[in-house]
């Protein structure tokens, strides 16, 4: 049931429900009478049938994406997803950007063309990758930079998704890095490469009061946050102390100890106030290291 067939609604529906039926019996079974290889051997296949659902999916979202309206979803795609499906905003948008991705396009007359990452999707297809080996694959040409050639991205995709149904995600991971490092030997110093992946994130606040803070930050806006931090010298290499420890029966008061991650903490609510010039007054006026002034 490629994107270029014609199938009719009673076929969909058909395909589905013998899809439930299936699944009904599957879950019905008791394994308790097989092996050890046996159970492995089903659990691979378990594994396949996950990874192939998918394939479907992007179909669909890629449906919705393209021709329903925002009137229809009752407003943004991935906030409808998540309330038919009942998932998370944050599933439903990581699941409608692998089907922008994966799943199958349409030209502006109509004509079908191949996915963006168009040997993931085969190997999707197949159930030879799943969803992490498919996360490495699209932080990998995402992270490439702007001169690689078209032709070139696509050799280096096609070969992880070649090398992805043979070793594990973490494993695929390290070949990634490997064709990085031969694409691109002197890594990204363009301007354009930083300012395609710098951010700032300001998480929601939690039930303590507290919010994560996510960055990445370029070279030119990273020297006035690591002065909140402390250098420390490298490991193993700090000088030991030549002088015995001297003991006292004095009292002393325990000193303050706080973790290398509480310091800057620390030292940044103290100077957000002096961050005005570069904040709009909306942004921090009201914080509890600034309070707000009455008028």
């Known amino acids: 049931m490629g994107s270029g067939g ?29 092996t050890t290889p046996e159970w492995l051997v089903l659990l691979g296949r378990c594994e396949k049938v996950r990874r192939r659902l998918p394939v479907a999916e992007h179909q669909l979202i890629n449906n919705l994406a393209r ?33 922008a991705d994966l799943g199958p396009r349409r030209g502006l007359t109509g004509e079908p063309i191949a996915p963006v990452l168009a040997g993931a999707a085969a190997a999707q297809c197949d159930g030879t990758i799943g969803a992490e080996h498919i996360a490495v694959i699209r932080r990998f040409c995402r992270q490439l930079p702007g001169w690689v050639d078209q032709a070139t991205r696509e050799r280096a995709e096609a070969q992880l998704a070649r090398q992805g149904g043979q070793v594990r995600p973490e494993q695929l991971s390290g070949l990634a890095a490997t064709i990085a490092d031969c694409l691109n030997p002197d890594g990204t110093y363009r301007d354009e490469d930083r300012a395609r992946r710098r951010a700032l994130m300001l998480g929601s606040q939690q039930a303590d009061g507290m919010s994560e803070l ?19 010298p490298p490991r193993a290499c700090a000088t030991p102390n030549p002088k015995p420890p001297v003991w006292t029966a004095v009292p ?4 303050s100890t706080p973790t290398p991650a509480q310091r800057p903490n620390a030292l940044m609510t103290g100077c957000w106030p ?17 309070p707000r002034r009455s008028s």
Do not use: M
């Open 274 to 290: 002096g961050c005005a010039p570069c904040w709009r007054p909306e942004s921090w006026v009201s914080t509890t290291a600034y």
């Open 252 to 255: 002393v008061r325990p000193p």
């Open 214 to 232: 996510r960055a990445l930050i370029t070279p030119s806006g990273a020297p006035p946050w690591k002065r909140c931090w402390p250098s420390w």
């Open 67 to 99: 021709q329903a309206s925002a009137e229809e979803l009752g407003g943004k795609l991935s906030h409808a997803i998540a309330e038919w499906a009942l998932t998370s905003r944050t599933e439903a948008s990581r699941r409608s950007n692998a089907a």
């Open 6 to 34: 014609v199938v009719d609604r009673q076929t969909v529906t058909a395909v589905f429900d013998a899809l439930d039926g299936a699944v009904d019996r599957l879950v019905g079974l008791d394994f308790d009478a097989l």
